[in-house]
């Protein structure tokens, strides 16, 4: 399966406890996204990085997340001291970015946070 | 960014033909109307996307009203596996950078 894959599936955690989550995109995509999505809402963005630059950050992402790329290809978003409202699914996608011609996200499965 | 406004669920029979509302009154000249849907336990998958004329691909059709303020999206005969949250997206031409997802539609389908 080539598509963009992501570990764990599911976690679940003690408030206070750090997690971190993986995506491993699509191999020949240089962009990756972070979103996070609720119960019955719809994905929130959180970050997005081109190749290993952290190009732009959600207000959503307090100084508690972090996320990083450190090669260009997968990426890890970390959550220090967890809260119980961090709880979410944290779904990664990876688009081709070339100009501005289109680039279709393509997601992954997600991991779903259960923090207690 | 440009807001999308969709009914929160619709109903449909099996092999009958769908279409799916969405408003976009702000929506600017270079914004791009995308449709992306999330079946169950999965990530979004992307449907359509559209300027301002009409498209078909193998999944759906894109209906953009002609002063872009309003699209449909058109599936010509669900089927069970059609039952989903379809989001409409706006997303500015040249950035391309980020999707804003709304609440989305909720479609049942019945057999």
């Known amino acids: 399966d080539t598509g963009v894959s992501q570990n764990p599936r599911h976690k679940i955690t003690k408030r206070g406890q750090n997690v971190t989550f993986r995506c491993d995109p699509i191999s020949e995509h240089n962009r990756l996204y972070w979103y996070r999505q609720t119960l019955g809402q719809g994905p929130e963005f959180l970050t997005y990085f081109q190749n290993e630059a952290q190009l732009e950050k959600s207000r959503l992402l307090s100084d508690r997340f972090s996320a990083e790329r450190p090669k260009g290809s997968f990426s890890t978003l970390e959550i220090q001291r967890t809260e119980q409202g961090d709880s979410a699914m944290y779904l990664c996608?990876?688009?081709?970015?070339?100009?501005?011609?289109?680039?279709?996200?393509?997601f992954g499965p997600g991991t779903r946070l259960t923090v207690l | 960014d440009a807001k999308t406004t969709q009914p929160n669920s619709m109903e449909s029979n099996e092999e009958e033909p769908v279409h799916l509302p969405c408003n976009h009154s702000?929506?600017?000249?270079?914004?791009?109307i995308h449709w992306y849907r999330q079946l169950p336990s999965q990530g979004p998958e992307y449907v359509i996307h559209g300027l301002t004329s009409n498209v078909n691909n193998r999944m759906a059709s894109l209906a953009i009203a002609e002063d872009r303020k309003s699209s449909t999206l058109i599936l010509h005969r669900a089927t069970l596996r059609d039952a989903a949250v379809y989001y409409c997206?706006?997303?500015?031409?040249?950035?391309?950078?980020?999707?804003?997802f709304g609440s989305g539609t909720k479609l049942n389908v019945k057999p």
């Open positions: 997206i706006l997303r500015d031409g040249p950035n391309f950078n980020k999707f804003y």
């Open positions: 702000t929506i600017s000249g270079t914004d791009y």
């Open positions: 996608a990876s688009s081709f970015f070339a100009g501005g011609t289109y680039n279709e996200q393509f």
